[in-house]
């Protein structure tokens, strides 16, 4: 590989999603497009993303902690069932492509964030945390599915754990991401492990990519817990309007911007 231009800008691209995938979510949808056009075929810049989400979450858990947030052990005993819907997911993992898909996942990513956004607002005894009896259980079930997808292909998934833990669990945003950064880092353990036994990960890119996201994890961790739920609400939602428009107009704005130049 070239060090020429490519080490910097995997830096600063992981860097960026680092942050957004501690803060909101949606971080993927820059470093998979990014590795791909560094020349990674679709399903190893899928592989090689995991890295960088590995090294991420463990500095932005780090990050947490340091604040004195931590929803552990629930945040474990959902992590490691999410584990198991992983290496499903990433053992079925496929060429992600398609304009129907992006779509798709642009419709989700908005619904998610409207919800969490515009919920009505709950009184000070409604405003309690939801992690035993028949909340534990479904929370369970539903992060098996979080994690086959999460193995599968990572992009928004950040955005349906934030859904999940807002609204069945009743964390605060800030408690909802440290919870969203340590489940992630259990289940991509097991993705990783199921990308690399199948010689899907360029570790070089992936290594390189990791400094940056792992930085921009710790950036985004302290910086959630110090500026509170309002800040995170509203970098929630300019996140979520620039990544659904660019899922949805991608291929529109591509082509335009190659006929201007050609």
Do not use: C, H
């Not at 999410?82 to 996942?105: H, P, R, T, Y």
């Amino acid at each position: 590989m070239e060090f020429s231009w490519q080490l910097p800008v995997l830096v600063i691209v992981g860097f960026v999603a680092g942050f957004l995938n501690t803060v909101a979510g949606g971080g993927s949808l820059l470093t998979l497009p990014m590795l791909i056009f560094l020349g990674l075929p679709p399903n190893v810049a899928n592989g090689t993303n995991r890295i960088a989400i590995i090294l991420q979450n463990v500095f932005s858990t780090a990050g947490f902690k340091s604040k004195g947030i931590s929803t552990f052990p629930f945040s474990a005993y959902i992590g490691f069932v999410a584990l198991i819907g992983a290496l499903v997911g990433a053992q079925i993992a496929v060429d992600i492509k398609g304009e129907s898909f992006n779509k798709i996942l642009a419709v989700v990513m908005i619904i998610v964030v409207a919800i969490m956004v515009f919920k009505p607002t709950m009184s000070l005894t409604d405003v309690q945390e939801r992690t035993k009896g028949k909340y534990f259980w479904l929370s369970l079930v539903i992060f098996f599915f979080v994690g086959m997808y999460g193995g599968f292909i990572q992009a928004g998934v950040g955005f349906i754990m934030l859904l999940v833990l807002t609204s069945l669990n009743g964390f605060s945003l800030v408690k909802s991401n440290a919870t969203k950064v340590m489940v992630a880092l259990i289940y991509t353990l097991g993705a990783v492990v199921m990308f690399a036994i199948n010689d899907k990960i360029n570790w070089s890119y992936g290594l390189i990519m990791a400094a940056g996201n792992a930085s921009g994890g710790w950036v985004g961790s302290r910086w959630s817990v110090k500026k509170g739920d309002k800040a995170i609400k509203v970098f929630l939602v300019i996140v979520v309007v620039v990544m659904s428009a660019k899922l949805w107009f991608g291929d529109l704005l591509t082509e335009f911007v190659t006929r201007l130049f050609a």
